[in-house]
């Protein structure tokens, strides 16, 4: 069965920093690319990150850039979400999601959209 | 950033009504379009992708059409299970952007 199950959240005070963990089971981790997207509560679904198949390739939304870094661990099958400076506006509920290889052109990087989703792991910024 | 608005951003409506939603793109996206539905507290779920394209084991009821900037959703025929919220995303640009989603409700 192809499962993402993430991991990491909690509370965190404002300017804190949290690491979010996503395993990936049931597909060839390696070949796929990987995202993070978030639900501030209440709230619509916001795209934050993405992470080629070889992490060779990253992007950031701006609301992140400078503060989050995604990277992977192709040999242990899980992505990662080192989030720094968080701010109240910077709780949600994270969700990693998997991806088609992305594709490039010139310089810049093309991702796909989101065919299997983790359960999400809730993410709390508050003194 | 390429900005996707979705409409109405609610509805109700019954079993076995046909349903429409629509996603309109601030500038063309040439089908690289998706939908999800999410449910409360679920994580979402792809239904389609490339604008028309169902996904795997989604029910045949769902559909998508569009071209250009404008997309829609439509449901042939609501079933209880398809209450949910769903959302449109685009994957024309380097910025993947979500519309603000459409909560269909029981009537």
């Known amino acids: 069965e192809v499962q993402l199950v993430e991991s990491g959240g909690g509370l965190v005070q404002p300017g804190g920093s949290l690491r979010l963990s996503c395993a990936a089971s049931?597909?060839?981790?390696?070949?796929?690319?990987m995202h993070w997207v978030r639900q501030a509560p209440g709230k619509g679904l916001e795209y934050v990150s993405a992470?080629?198949?070889?992490?060779?390739?990253?992007y950031y939304a701006n609301s992140v850039k400078g503060r989050f870094t995604i990277s992977r661990d192709n040999s242990k099958n899980t992505l990662y979400l080192q989030m720094g400076s968080l701010r109240a506006e910077d709780m949600a509920v994270y969700y990693c999601?998997?991806?088609?290889?992305?594709?490039?052109?010139?310089?810049?990087?093309?991702?796909?959209?989101?065919?299997?989703w983790g359960k999400g792991t809730t993410v709390t910024v508050s003194s | 950033d390429i900005q996707m608005t979705q409409s109405p951003s609610s509805l109700s409506a019954s079993v076995g009504d046909r349903v429409t939603i629509t996603c309109r793109a601030s500038?063309?996206?040439?089908?690289?379009l998706a939908w999800y539905q999410q449910k409360p507290g679920k994580a979402p779920k792809l239904l389609l992708y490339?604008?028309?394209r169902l996904e795997s084991g989604v029910p045949s009821r769902f559909s998508g059409s569009g071209s250009g900037t404008d997309y829609t959703l439509t449901i042939s025929s609501l079933q209880p299970e398809d209450f949910a919220t769903y959302y449109c995303?685009?994957?024309?640009?380097?910025?993947?952007?979500f519309g603000g989603g459409t909560k269909v409700e029981i009537k």
């Open positions: 999601a998997r991806g088609r290889p992305p594709y490039y052109y010139g310089s810049e990087t093309y991702y796909y959209y989101m065919d299997v």
């Open positions: 049931g597909f060839t981790f390696s070949s796929y690319a």
């Open positions: 992470i080629s198949s070889n992490g060779g390739s990253t």
């Open positions: 500038q063309g996206i040439s089908n690289s």
């Open positions: 490339a604008a028309s």
């Open positions: 995303q685009q994957y024309y640009s380097t910025h993947l952007t």
